[in-house]
């Protein structure tokens, strides 16, 4: 699946420098699904110098040619909907649904880019020298790194590049080594949209190789990553030396509260295939379930019955609800953090095991804990896997204060039918988004980031255009 593309450098597909390569590894066989180039040192630098050629034309073309130019992506990305899918389900285990969703909400990220494009503009002041105003204008920043990680493989690169695009920037992606296809396949319609050489391009390689030499270049103007809290502050600290731009959306670990005036069937309709989505392995999922006493049993019974029901598989089967974890660490993760709870006094209401019948493979069963502590491992980190963490509360003051026990502030959630109750649980929970009744944060119209150890800046929305953009202003005075 990998042998028509490979590192995507200077306007063309080709093969590192040195020929070397590296298997991809299915997460539903464990077995490879092709090889693809690690790009070397001197890939790198050839990156960073056809980006800076093409930044000097892409930026010169103008706002409106600019937004003709993601609208053409857009369209490539449309007519190869089908092959997207099965390549994101190949790749990362997703079942096949959730991988035509994702490729939907990058295409609306192209869509809504193309048209802020258009609004790029600036404003006039007027001054109090004499014959003077004020001109504010918007610029793009320059070259940018696209860094993201392998469990959103289209949203995340899709993130970064359309408002990078928008803004007039050139981009260098660096995508997961576990799912570098997804990354291949949307960079190849960027190159059928037309797009001048150097503007998009694409490293697959280790660390050394790639990230080093793109963190050390002062050409290299502004950085986003999609990864750990641990990798976000060393590209931080990296990003320091040359004073480059960082956007930064790091790990979470979501409560959930239950108040006890919620639409219990409402909640546990899409509380639980949300849950357990990609595995599990979503940075916005809710980990903790904070239930009032009032309903917790109730609750435990049917998100046991649903999570019980849910057909574990291959993402290509079409009946599939979930499929496996990425990688046999991920696997044995899970497995450690369940253990470590039951050790420590949790009860074992559902799942918590490899899921039987497969042969190969990183399947988990969705899995349900309750009796739960906050200050056990399950509660305290991000399990990032199928896990949910139940517990009770008995007043409104509690679940917002449990709630608020983590230096993570990425997403949060409540459900309630009281505005009053809703008003205040947005006001008072530390996170960067705050769903009520609800669990749908990606949106290209809307600003998408956390606060605290979760991250600096946001994704979509207007909002997602501001890092990729300078501001100048210029005293003008006609004597």
Same mark, same amino acid.
């Given at each position: 699946?990998?042998?028509?593309?490979?590192?995507?450098? $200077?306007?063309?597909?080709?093969?590192?420098?040195?020929?070397?390569?590296?298997? /991809?590894?299915?997460?539903?066989? $464990?077995?490879?699904?092709?090889?693809?180039?690690?790009?070397?040192?001197?890939?790198?630098?050839?990156?960073?110098?056809?980006?800076?050629?093409?930044?000097?034309?892409?930026?010169?073309?103008?706002?409106?040619?600019?937004?003709?130019?993601?609208?053409?992506?857009?369209?490539?990305?449309?007519?190869?909907?089908?092959?997207?899918?099965?390549?994101?389900?190949?790749?990362?285990?997703?079942?096949?649904?959730?991988?035509?969703?994702?490729?939907?909400?990058?295409?609306?990220?192209?869509?809504?880019?193309? @048209?802020?494009?258009?609004?790029?503009?600036?404003?006039? /002041?007027?001054?109090?020298?004499?014959?003077?105003?004020?001109?504010?204008?918007?610029?793009?920043?320059?070259?940018?790194?696209?860094?993201?990680?392998?469990?959103?493989?289209?949203?995340?690169?899709?993130?970064? /590049?359309?408002?990078?695009?928008?803004?007039?920037?050139?981009?260098? /992606?660096?995508?997961?080594?576990?799912?570098?296809?997804?990354?291949?396949?949307?960079?190849?319609?960027?190159?059928?949209?037309?797009?001048?050489?150097?503007?998009?391009?694409?490293?697959?390689?280790?660390?050394?190789?790639?990230?080093?030499?793109?963190?050390?270049?002062?050409?290299?103007?502004?950085?986003?990553?999609?990864?750990?809290?641990?990798?976000?502050?060393?590209?931080?600290?990296?990003?320091?030396?040359?004073?480059?731009?960082?956007?930064?959306?790091?790990?979470?670990?979501?409560?959930?509260?239950?108040? $006890?005036?919620?639409?219990?069937?409402?909640?546990?309709?899409?509380?639980?295939?949300?849950?357990?989505?990609?595995? &599990?392995?979503?940075?916005?999922?809710?980990?903790?379930?904070?239930?009032?006493?009032?309903?917790?049993?109730?609750?435990? @019974?049917?998100?046991?019955?649903?999570?019980?029901?849910?057909?574990?598989?291959?993402?290509?089967?079409?009946?599939?609800?979930?499929?496996?974890?990425?990688?046999?660490?991920?696997?044995? @993760?899970?497995?450690?953090?369940?253990?470590?709870?039951?050790?420590?006094?949790?009860?074992?209401?559902?799942? &918590?095991?490899?899921?039987?019948?497969?042969?190969?493979?990183?399947?988990?069963?969705?899995?349900?804990?309750?009796?739960?502590?906050?200050?056990?491992?399950?509660?305290?980190?991000?399990?990032? &896997?199928?896990?949910?963490?139940?517990?009770?509360?008995?007043?409104?003051?509690?679940?917002?204060?449990?709630?608020?026990?983590?230096?993570?502030?990425?997403?949060?959630?409540?459900?309630?039918?009281?505005?009053?109750?809703?008003?205040?649980?947005?006001?008072?929970?530390?996170?960067?988004?705050?769903?009520?009744?609800?669990?749908?944060?990606?949106?290209?119209?809307?600003?998408?980031?956390?606060?605290?150890?979760?991250?600096?800046?946001?994704?979509?929305?207007?909002?997602?255009?501001?890092?990729?953009?300078?501001?100048?202003?210029?005293?003008?005075?006609?004597?």
């Amino acid at each position: 699946m990998y042998q028509s593309y490979g590192l995507f450098l $200077d306007g063309a597909w080709r093969a590192a420098s040195n020929g070397a390569s590296a298997p /991809v590894l299915s997460p539903v066989t $464990d077995q490879p699904l092709g090889k693809v180039p690690l790009a070397t040192a001197a890939d790198t630098a050839e990156a960073i110098d056809a980006a800076e050629r093409g930044l000097a034309v892409w930026r010169a073309l103008g706002n409106f040619a600019r937004a003709d130019a993601l609208h053409r992506i857009a369209d490539e990305m449309t007519r190869r909907r089908d092959e997207a899918a099965r390549m994101i389900s190949s790749e990362t285990g997703k079942p096949l649904a959730q991988a035509e969703r994702e490729w939907g909400l990058s295409i609306d990220q192209f869509r809504w880019y193309a @048209e802020e494009a258009r609004r790029i503009s600036g404003r006039i /002041v007027e001054s109090r020298v004499l014959g003077g105003r004020f001109e504010i204008t918007s610029e793009p920043v320059g070259v940018c790194a696209a860094f993201t990680a392998w469990n959103f493989p289209a949203a995340l690169v899709a993130r970064k /590049v359309a408002p990078a695009l928008a803004a007039g920037c050139a981009t260098i /992606v660096r995508p997961s080594s576990q799912t570098p296809g997804v990354a291949m396949l949307m960079v190849d319609c960027c190159r059928a949209g037309n797009l001048p050489a150097g503007v998009v391009q694409l490293l697959v390689g280790p660390t050394d190789a790639t990230y080093a030499p793109l963190m050390a270049d002062k050409r290299v103007r502004k950085v986003s990553l999609t990864g750990s809290t641990r990798v976000g502050q060393q590209m931080i600290r990296d990003a320091a030396a040359t004073v480059k731009k960082v956007s930064m959306e790091l790990g979470g670990n979501a409560p959930l509260i239950i108040y $006890d005036d919620a639409d219990l069937d409402l909640a546990l309709n899409v509380s639980v295939p949300t849950k357990f989505a990609n595995a &599990g392995q979503v940075c916005v999922t809710a980990d903790r379930f904070y239930v009032h006493e009032s309903l917790h049993d109730a609750f435990v @019974e049917g998100f046991v019955a649903r999570a019980q029901a849910l057909k574990v598989g291959d993402g290509l089967d079409p009946t599939t609800q979930m499929g496996p974890l990425i990688s046999r660490r991920r696997l044995e @993760e899970i497995e450690g953090i369940v253990a470590d709870a039951i050790k420590a006094g949790a009860t074992l209401a559902s799942g &918590g095991k490899r899921a039987s019948g497969f042969n190969a493979g990183h399947f988990h069963e969705p899995t349900v804990l309750t009796d739960v502590t906050d200050d056990m491992r399950v509660m305290a980190e991000e399990n990032f &896997g199928p896990i949910a963490a139940i517990t009770r509360f008995t007043s409104d003051d509690e679940a917002l204060s449990r709630a608020n026990s983590t230096d993570m502030g990425l997403s949060a959630y409540a459900f309630t039918r009281s505005p009053q109750r809703a008003r205040r649980t947005v006001a008072e929970l530390k996170a960067g988004m705050v769903g009520i009744n609800s669990f749908a944060m990606a949106a290209a119209e809307a600003p998408f980031g956390g606060t605290a150890f979760s991250g600096l800046g946001r994704e979509g929305g207007p909002e997602g255009i501001d890092a990729y953009l300078d501001t100048k202003l210029a005293q003008m005075v006609w004597l």
